[in-house]
């Protein structure tokens, strides 16, 4: 998916669908902009036991605080989204024409932005009735 951002876009806050599998990766382009990255407020779905539990802790903690964590993304920089950051932390990018992060400010220019993302196997024949879908339907080749 390539888009193209004017100074002053943005996208809202979201975790991708499901119907990807594991593993994005973002590609920016041409201006810098700052992700804001927030963990999910339900974190029911999360694992409790074995290794998860020191992070399922602290995770609970920037949940408790409401804490965002900006990620300044620079023109050639590469953001790989999996595991936790993929599914339970949203991202978004806000409408700025300026952002600031810290004593930093990053006047935006127009930004390209380069998303790689795999759907699932099962995924494949998509719904015309589903609202997030596209209006088309993708068709398998040789199965």
Same mark, same amino acid.
């Given at each position: 998916?390539?888009?193209?951002?004017?100074?002053?876009? +943005?996208? =809202?806050?979201? @975790?991708? !669908?499901?119907?990807?599998?594991?593993?994005?990766?973002?590609? $920016?382009?041409?201006?810098?902009?700052?992700?804001?990255?927030?963990?999910?407020?339900?974190?029911?779905?999360?694992?409790?036991?074995?290794?998860?539990?020191?992070?399922?802790?602290?995770?609970?903690?920037?949940?408790?605080? +409401?804490? =965002?964590?900006? @990620?300044? !993304?620079?023109?050639?920089?590469?953001?790989?989204?999996?595991? $936790?950051?993929?599914?339970?932390?949203?991202?978004?990018?806000?409408?700025?024409?300026?952002?600031?992060?810290?004593?930093?400010?990053?006047?935006?220019?127009?930004?390209?932005?380069?998303?790689?993302?795999?759907?699932?196997?099962?995924?494949?024949?998509?719904?015309?009735?589903?609202?997030?879908?596209?209006?088309?339907?993708?068709?398998?080749?040789?199965?």
């Amino acid at each position: 998916i390539i888009n193209l951002y004017k100074p002053g876009e +943005g996208i =809202t806050s979201h @975790v991708d !669908l499901p119907r990807f599998e594991d593993g994005i990766v973002v590609i $920016s382009l041409l201006s810098s902009c700052v992700m804001q990255f927030k963990p999910l407020s339900d974190i029911s779905d999360i694992e409790q036991d074995g290794d998860n539990t020191n992070y399922y802790n602290k995770f609970k903690d920037i949940q408790n605080t +409401g804490e =965002t964590i900006p @990620v300044i !993304l620079r023109p050639g920089s590469v953001l790989a989204l999996s595991g $936790s950051s993929r599914y339970n932390w949203t991202h978004g990018i806000e409408e700025n024409e300026i952002d600031e992060v810290g004593d930093e400010k990053i006047v935006r220019n127009i930004r390209v932005s380069v998303t790689l993302r795999k759907m699932k196997q099962d995924q494949l024949l998509l719904n015309k009735d589903d609202s997030n879908s596209f209006s088309f339907e993708v068709k398998k080749r040789g199965h």
